[in-house]
Antibody, heavy 122, light 110 residues
Framework: QVQLQESGPGLVKPSETLSLTCTVSGGSLRSFFWSWIRQAPGKGLEWIGYMSYSGSPVYNPSLKSRVAISVDTPKNQFSLRLTSVTAADTAVYFC????????????????WGQGTLVTVSS | QSVLTQPPSASGTPGQRVTISCSGSSSNIGTNSVNWYQQFPGTAPKLLIYSDYQRPSGVPGRFSGSQSGTSASLAISGLQSDDEADYYCAAWDDSLNAYVFGTGTKVTVL
């Protein structure tokens, strides 16, 4: 059974960098895409981006200038960095596994971490 | 602002059938498959439907998905109190080169 677990600071100061790690257990990082999604309090889901273990990352255009996703295959982890954060970046951040199952041309997120709340405040 | 539009809310009594719409465009639903997610308060979303209509193992047959043109729908038949949750559609958008979620629909069982 694949499990994902986010970790990182729950509080980040404005203008600083948000850094989170997702540890994957029960499966390898190979053959899938690894994603970050966030949800501001009381709001909907926002896709941040994803990357595979061997490919280039793809980011949400609205965040592209500030975001970086990386994969560490030996550690079975992948990470998120979001620079120059503001209060608008306060959200629950989820990591998830993405794959292309069936005849789908959209990635489906089939395994998720429980999410971690990151608050941006001084 | 999401490019996939859903009604904010939907409701029904136990046993009824509820349908949630997801309206997009030619660059997303019109070209790519649609997935649906179910989210209970304080928990991570769960994949409910993938590739327009397929159900992951363990998802009851009461949940069904369909797609036509630039719109998609999720139907819940035999509505149960346990179905009270938020539901999101999602699809890849070729113009944005990004995965986009719908605005979300809160389902209430009366």
């Amino acid at each position: 059974q694949v499990q994902l677990q986010e970790s990182g600071p729950g509080l980040v100061k404005p203008s600083e960098t948000l850094s989170l790690t997702c540890t994957v257990s029960g499966g390898s990082l190979r053959s899938f895409f690894w994603s970050w999604i966030r949800q501001a309090p009381g709001k909907g889901l926002e896709w941040i981006g994803y990357m595979s273990y061997s490919g280039s990352p793809v980011y949400n255009p609205s965040l592209k200038s500030r975001v970086a996703i990386s994969v560490d295959t030996p550690k079975n982890q992948f990470s998120l960095r979001l620079t120059s954060v503001t209060a608008a970046d306060t959200a629950v951040y989820f990591c998830a596994r993405a794959g292309y199952n069936g005849s789908g041309t959209s990635p489906d997120l089939d395994y998720w971490g429980q999410g971690t709340l990151v608050t941006v405040s001084s | 602002q999401s490019v996939l539009t859903q009604p904010p809310s939907a409701s029904g009594t136990p046993g009824q059938r509820v349908t949630i719409s997801c309206s997009g465009s030619s660059s997303n639903i019109g070209t790519n498959s649609v997935n649906w997610y179910q989210q209970f308060p304080g928990t991570a979303p769960k994949l409910l439907i993938y590739s327009d209509y397929q159900r992951p193992s363990g998802v009851p047959g009461r949940f069904s998905g369909s797609q036509s043109g630039t719109s998609a729908s999720l139907a819940i038949s035999g509505l149960q109190s346990d179905d009270e949750a938020d539901y999101y559609c999602a699809a890849w958008d070729d113009s944005l080169n990004a995965y986009v979620f719908g605005t979300g629909t809160k389902v209430t069982v009366l």
